[in-house]
């Protein structure tokens, strides 16, 4: 797939937009595996180490900090969407078969890429441009260990993606509120696709699970430098899980998680997006 190659190491916006189709021949084609180990960037969308804080709740009726909110979740997509290319490239294109598989992720990586439009085409409507505020690679170093597709499956939709699904449930409220419905209506078509997306990944554990529930199965092969609790956003959503194909006893398991690494955190220095992920 040419075009995954030019979303993942081409340094423009339009590159990492760019338009493909999806074509279930080609998918099946076996392609020798290729990664890279970091997204090709040009200066306006370059990694930085700059922090910047996530605006507060309630700072949100202010147009500013909306638009701000909205370049972070801009950020998430856009890491995603090289994530995604990236795992296709290196783990599935190899692979014979897998055409269900194949086209789910290929199918994600749109959505992603739709995602990152829907939030660039607002924040220019609020004043502000994507690059404007510092973007981290945070989501990019949590896959560097990552050397499976079950265990990319695990940290990435049951858990990053799941707690998406809170996130987007929880903010589209917030600008709901704010009478912000443009931005609201984004977040409620992010958390329509997401919940697919988790799906892709469940169904992919379910079928290689053998008879470990979901939840041990997720536990065993999810990565050490990723906690289960990043699994969850700020109010937990049990039906969203369920809608996501989740079922009962990983809902509740994951539900109750509380890990060492949440104690621990609260002493230590976090990282912006660590704060986000427990906002
Ligand atoms: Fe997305
Ligand atoms: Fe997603």
Redesign the pocket.
């Given at each position: 797939m040419e075009e995954l190659r030019i979303i993942l190491e081409g340094e423009r916006l339009e590159d990492k937009l760019l338009d493909f189709e999806i074509n279930s021949t080609q998918a099946l084609k076996q392609q020798p595996t290729h990664s890279v180990l970091l997204p090709g960037r040009n200066s306006k969308i370059s990694f930085s180490e700059s922090q910047i804080k996530f605006p507060k709740s309630g700072s949100l009726n202010q147009e500013s900090q909306r638009a701000k909110a909205l370049h972070f979740f801009a950020n998430h997509?856009l890491l995603?969407l090289e994530i995604?290319a990236n795992f296709y490239l290196k783990f599935l294109a190899p692979l014979p078969g897998k055409r269900k598989l194949k086209m789910h992720v290929l199918q994600?990586i749109k959505?992603?890429q739709r995602?990152l439009s829907l939030y660039i085409e607002r924040m220019r409507q609020m004043g502000i441009d994507f690059g404007d505020y510092p973007l981290n690679d945070f989501f990019w170093r949590q896959f560097e260990k990552v050397k499976t597709i079950d265990t990319f499956f695990a940290a990435?939709?049951l858990t990053?993606?799941s707690a998406?699904l809170d996130f987007a449930f929880h903010y589209s409220n917030i600008f709901r509120s704010m009478g912000d419905t443009k931005s609201s209506e984004i977040l409620d078509i992010?958390l329509k696709?997401?919940l697919?997306?988790?799906k892709v990944g469940v169904n992919y554990l379910d079928e290689i699970r053998g008879g470990q529930t979901l939840w041990d199965f997720y536990s065993s092969k999810l990565p050490q430098n990723i906690s289960p609790s990043r699994g969850k956003g700020q109010i937990y959503k049990k039906n969203l899980r369920s809608l996501a194909g989740l079922d009962d006893h990983f809902i509740g398991m994951q539900s109750k998680y509380k890990s060492d690494f949440q104690v621990l955190n609260r002493k230590t220095k976090k990282t912006n997006e660590e704060t986000f992920h427990q906002l």
């Open positions: 997509e995603a995604f994600t959505e992603e995602h990435m939709s990053f993606e998406n992010v696709d997401e697919r997306h988790v």
